[in-house]
């Protein structure tokens, strides 16, 4: 079954192990350089989007995370797109241009409406830790999930939000890596699901 999803819509990205394992100690459990190049593709590559650009929500821990891993806090690692960091604490701190820090998801739906920021954007991602995620597929602008599942389990201490995929619909998506990966030994496959209406927490 297919739905209109109102504007935002909300496109999570994950990679999960065998266990829904997503982090440990403040990072990725695993190495598999090209499921993160995929990852940065699909996220950062704003080409043939007609001049519009990337939304990226992140939770705090993530978004320092990421800056510790491909950029600085004083850089936006997400060169060429809108990001949104979800945190209570980090307030009147300097951010590099386009980045914002909301203290609530609502607070960043409405960032969105605003014409001169909504005129400028396609796509909206969410790329987690787990409470950003979890706001984001009881919303009623969830739209995608992007999931790519490693076939190995990991050491973590943070977990993707359980989920009962029969109230998604598979679909197929042309621009993600299709079919089984294989990687330092490590196979990873990439699902897409999409919103039946229906909230997926389980
Ligand atoms: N495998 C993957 O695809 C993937 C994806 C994402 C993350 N990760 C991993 O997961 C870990 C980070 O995730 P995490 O779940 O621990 O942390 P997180 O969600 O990135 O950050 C948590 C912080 O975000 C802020 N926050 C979250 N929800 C909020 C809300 N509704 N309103 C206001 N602020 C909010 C709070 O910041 P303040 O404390 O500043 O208030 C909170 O302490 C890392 O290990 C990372 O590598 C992996």
């Given amino acids: 079954m297919s ?3 109102a504007y935002p819509r909300l496109e999570l990205i994950v990679a999960c ?18 499921e993160f190049a ?13 001049g519009k650009v990337h939304v990226s929500i992140f939770g705090r821990a993530n978004w320092e995370s990421i800056a510790k891993t491909i950029g600085s ?10 990001s949104f960091i979800l945190s209570r604490s980090m307030t009147n701190q300097a951010l590099p241009k386009d980045v914002y820090v ?26 987690g830790g787990v409470s950003v995620y979890k706001e984001a597929l ?7 999930l992007y999931k ?21 619909t598979l679909v197929h998506d042309p621009d993600v890596l ?3 990966q294989r990687e330092n030994g490590v196979d990873f496959q990439v699902f897409v699901f999409q919103s039946t209406g229906v909230n997926p927490l389980a």
């Fill in 138 to 144: 009881g919303s009623p602008h969830f739209y995608r």
């Fill in 178 to 180: 299709q079919g089984v």
């Fill in 148 to 168: 790519t599942v490693i076939d190995a389990t990991y050491p973590a201490d943070v977990f993707f939000p359980r989920i009962d995929e029969t109230r998604l």
């Fill in 102 to 127: 909301c203290s609530s998801f609502q607070e960043i739906i409405d960032h969105l409406h605003k014409p001169e920021i909504k005129e400028r954007v396609d796509r909206v991602w969410v790329h």
């Fill in 38 to 50: 995929y990852f940065l593709r699909m996220t950062q590559n704003c080409q043939n989007t007609g």
């Fill in 73 to 82: 806090m004083d850089n936006n690692p997400w060169k060429d797109t809108i």
């Fill in 17 to 34: 192990d065998q266990a829904l394992g997503i982090g440990k100690n403040g990072t990725l459990p695993w190495s598999l350089p090209s």
């Fill in 3 to 5: 739905i209109e999803v």
